[in-house]
């Protein structure tokens, strides 16, 4: 049985003052037993967010690290072990922000997701497609593609521990989500991909949608046989509607 998990991708959102309100919001919620509750907060408040969480069962994160695990010469970047040594467990790897506006290629993103594994965080792997592959019937070939080259520069077992996010472009911060079953069919397409390599390592690793996702459409897409949980941007940054997303989760 796969764990649910949600995450919320705080993005380029917060100031020191917002970030201590939302700490307050998030300990005041009920959350669900059996679903593994992530935040991802810019890098500048993570040490903030794992003071203020102190005691709660919420994991952070990273919204990204530098393509070396060790400390060194790389002037803006942090370093995977800097940021597990800061509290951290998990980053995101290859957000269509970062591919799109930052230019992050397959190539880096590759190295940022070794460099994730070698410092102690498990990456989080985000693929998918614009609303003109969409258009063009080009969906499966370009989420396929994405995840390939992954599985082909590092073997299926890298997948061991990680996690995979689809986010269809279109539906990220634009209030259109992808229908429950929209989701599903790219979802079950990433695990027959994954299947075709290695079966159990398919069956293990958690598939997040995110796209858009609130308390109103998140019990119908985290009820799909291949939709794992969900990676939240714009809702996660309220306490209150993000919590009702985790206990959507959980049941
Ligand atoms: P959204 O963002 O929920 O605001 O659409 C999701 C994401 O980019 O992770």
């Not at 080259?149 to 073997?155: F, H, K, N, Q, R």
Request: overall charge negative; some cysteine.
């Amino acid at each position: 049985m796969r764990r649910t998990m949600v995450a919320g991708n705080w993005k380029m959102h917060g100031t020191r003052a917002s970030v201590a309100e939302l700490i307050v919001g998030l300990r005041a919620l009920s959350l669900p037993t059996g679903v593994d509750v992530a935040v991802f907060p810019p890098s500048l408040y993570i040490g903030q967010v794992i003071d203020g969480l102190q005691g709660l069962p919420v994991a952070v994160g990273a919204q990204n690290a530098a393509v070396q695990s060790k400390q060194g010469a790389l002037t803006g970047e942090l370093a995977s072990t800097q940021l597990q040594d800061a509290g951290c467990t998990l980053v995101l790897v290859g957000h269509s922000e970062r591919r799109q506006i930052i230019g992050e290629t397959d190539a880096a993103l590759i190295a940022k997701f070794t460099a994730a594994q070698e410092g102690g965080l498990t990456p989080v792997l985000c693929v998918g497609e614009t609303l003109e592959e969409r258009e063009a019937g080009k969906t499966l070939e370009v989420v396929g593609h994405q995840l390939g080259s992954v599985i082909e520069a590092l073997g299926i077992k890298a997948f061991v521990n990680a996690v995979i996010a689809y986010e269809p472009v279109w539906a990220i911060g634009t209030g259109l989500t992808a229908t429950p079953q929209q989701a599903q069919d790219v979802h079950a397409a990433i695990r027959a991909q994954l299947q075709a390599e290695d079966a159990d390592v398919a069956q293990a690793v958690r598939l997040l949608y995110g796209g858009s996702v609130k308390a109103a459409n998140a019990v119908e897409l985290f009820g799909m046989p291949d939709i794992d949980g969900g990676l939240i941007g714009g809702a996660s940054l309220n306490a209150d509607e993000f919590g009702a997303i985790c206990r959507a989760a959980g049941n």
